[in-house]
């Protein structure tokens, strides 16, 4: 069973150590991602922006992270940031967990012209108001008739709480008293009803969820980098469930496409930060870098 949560961060990319964000480069006033891989990528999404991809998570990178899901909302600023970007970007992407629309609706997505919001890791898209999806697998239905049974036989706390997306469901512990112990409590039983369901088990910021195999950010990333013909591509992300999408963008590399990968950095998940090329202290740390992408762009367009 993997573990959702990670201890022991190391010092380097802990949020407010040395690397909480990282420093700003030669006068242009944004950050120097660590890698040489991520300053050219940077360097050719600003200079090359309409041949560029710019996808972001929602939770933990648009949106900060609250305790009931339903309660989300965006960073102050950042929709405004995207719709910016959006005039200047080839492609403008959301790639979610969560449904499309529900992203779509909890954000305002829909503000920001001609974006394209990929749901349930690549399974749902939605863009100009319509949502295209394949029919949901029937393990799920398995898993929605089962679960509450199981999570009371677990004896996982109070608090904890069934989230049913329709295609997917996800377990949430934040609001039970001791969420660690109550995924403890939890990962065995859910990991082998996602199997008797044929489910994949995607465990998350004190979450777990049991949602249909056959998709991730990663490949969803990189079909969209092919259908746009995308040179570029910035990927923005918080949780395990993005590193698909990271290893997506090295591959991506690898046939000529420049990518930087941005952790929007948080205490409960140490391993994005680790693998990113550029780290930023949260959702208000990426409204922070969107809007010097945008003034940058514009400069140099100037
Ligand atoms: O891919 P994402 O957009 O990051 O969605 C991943 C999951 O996000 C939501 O849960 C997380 O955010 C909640 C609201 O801030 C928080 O309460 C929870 O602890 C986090 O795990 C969402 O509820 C899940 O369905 C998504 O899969």
């Given at each position: 069973?993997?573990?959702?949560?990670?201890?022991g961060?190391?010092e380097?990319?802990r949020p407010?150590?040395?690397?909480?964000?990282?420093?700003?480069?030669?006068?242009?006033?944004?950050p120097?991602p660590?890698?040489?891989n991520?300053?050219a990528?940077l360097?050719?999404?600003?200079?090359?922006?309409?041949r560029?991809?710019?996808?972001f998570?929602?939770?933990?990178?648009?949106?900060?992270?609250?305790a009931?899901p339903?309660d989300?909302a965006?960073?102050p600023g950042i929709?405004?940031?995207l719709?910016?970007?959006a005039?200047l970007?080839?492609?403008v992407a959301?790639?979610?967990?969560?449904?499309?629309?529900?992203a779509v609706d909890?954000?305002g997505?829909?503000r920001v012209p001609?974006?394209t919001?990929?749901?349930?890791?690549g399974?749902?898209r939605?863009?100009?108001?319509?949502v295209?999806?394949a029919?949901?697998?029937?393990?799920?239905?398995l898993?929605?008739?089962?679960?509450?049974?199981?999570?009371?036989?677990?004896g996982?706390p109070e608090?904890?709480?069934?989230?049913?997306?329709g295609r997917?469901l996800?377990?949430?512990?934040?609001?039970?008293?001791?969420?660690d112990r109550?995924l403890?409590?939890l990962g065995g039983?859910?990991?082998?009803l996602?199997?008797r369901a044929g489910?994949k088990?995607?465990?998350?910021r004190?979450?777990i969820?049991?949602?249909?195999?056959?998709?991730?950010k990663?490949?969803a990333?990189t079909s969209?980098?092919?259908?746009r013909?995308a040179?570029?591509?910035f990927?923005a992300?918080?949780?395990?469930g993005?590193?698909?999408?990271?290893?997506?963008?090295?591959a991506l590399?690898?046939r000529g496409?420049?990518g930087?990968?941005?952790?929007s950095?948080?205490e409960e998940?140490?391993?994005?930060a680790?693998a990113a090329?550029?780290?930023?202290?949260?959702p208000a740390?990426?409204a922070e870098l969107?809007?010097?992408?945008t003034e940058?762009?514009r400069?140099?367009?100037?």
């Amino acid at each position: 069973m993997p573990q959702p949560r990670q201890h022991g961060t190391p010092e380097r990319n802990r949020p407010g150590g040395p690397h909480a964000q990282n420093e700003p480069t030669g006068g242009n006033g944004l950050p120097e991602p660590t890698t040489p891989n991520g300053r050219a990528a940077l360097e050719a999404l600003l200079t090359e922006p309409a041949r560029a991809l710019f996808a972001f998570d929602f939770d933990g990178t648009l949106a900060p992270i609250v305790a009931d899901p339903r309660d989300s909302a965006p960073q102050p600023g950042i929709v405004a940031a995207l719709a910016e970007l959006a005039e200047l970007a080839g492609t403008v992407a959301v790639i979610t967990g969560r449904g499309a629309a529900t992203a779509v609706d909890l954000g305002g997505l829909d503000r920001v012209p001609g974006i394209t919001v990929l749901g349930h890791y690549g399974a749902e898209r939605w863009s100009d108001g319509r949502v295209a999806a394949a029919e949901p697998p029937p393990g799920v239905s398995l898993v929605r008739a089962e679960l509450p049974g199981l999570v009371d036989a677990s004896g996982a706390p109070e608090g904890t709480w069934i989230e049913d997306k329709g295609r997917s469901l996800a377990v949430h512990t934040r609001r039970a008293a001791d969420p660690d112990r109550a995924l403890e409590l939890l990962g065995g039983p859910l990991t082998e009803l996602a199997e008797r369901a044929g489910l994949k088990v995607e465990p998350g910021r004190m979450v777990i969820e049991l949602r249909p195999q056959g998709v991730d950010k990663g490949a969803a990333l990189t079909s969209l980098v092919e259908e746009r013909g995308a040179l570029h591509v910035f990927y923005a992300g918080d949780d395990l469930g993005d590193l698909p999408a990271f290893e997506a963008v090295a591959a991506l590399r690898a046939r000529g496409v420049s990518g930087l990968t941005v952790c929007s950095s948080s205490e409960e998940v140490t391993a994005v930060a680790d693998a990113a090329d550029l780290v930023v202290p949260g959702p208000a740390g990426l409204a922070e870098l969107l809007g010097r992408v945008t003034e940058r762009i514009r400069g140099l367009a100037a």
